[in-house]
């Protein structure tokens, strides 16, 4: 059974930093490409970052600079470090795990998904 458990969001003021942890079980992170997925109120899911079974880094445009991904394969986790946090980062962000050969932008593409966890960033 897979399981994708997010932690570290919070309230935090514009320019801040949050750190969101995902833990993974019932999968190995050297198999499975792990993406952190984000949803608004009212709006779609929308691809925040991955990084590969082999290492590689992805993000998205909005996010490029500010954000970076990371994994301990030893302990199955997958951490994004988030700097410069603006009201638009509002959001839920969802750890997400998918059979991939890189990555995928398309949130539908990943198999599992954990409970996600709240990043709220006033201005």
């Known amino acids: 059974q897979v399981q994708l458990v997010e932690s570290g969001g919070g309230l935090v003021q514009a320019g801040g930093s949050l750190r969101l942890s995902c833990a993974a079980s019932g999968l190995t992170t050297t198999v499975y490409t792990m993406a952190w997925v984000r949803q608004a109120p009212g709006k779609d899911r929308e691809f925040v970052s991955a990084i590969s079974w082999s290492g590689s880094q992805y993000y998205a445009d909005s996010v490029k600079g500010r954000f970076n991904i990371s994994k301990d394969n030893a302990k199955n986790t997958v951490t994004l470090q988030m700097n410069g946090l603006k009201p638009e980062d509002t959001a839920v962000y969802y750890c997400?795990?998918?059979?991939?050969?890189?990555?995928?932008?398309?949130?539908?593409?990943?198999?599992?998904w954990g409970q996600g966890t709240q990043v709220t960033v006033s201005s």
């Open positions: 997400a795990a998918g059979n991939l050969r890189s990555y995928s932008v398309v949130p539908a593409m990943y198999d599992y």
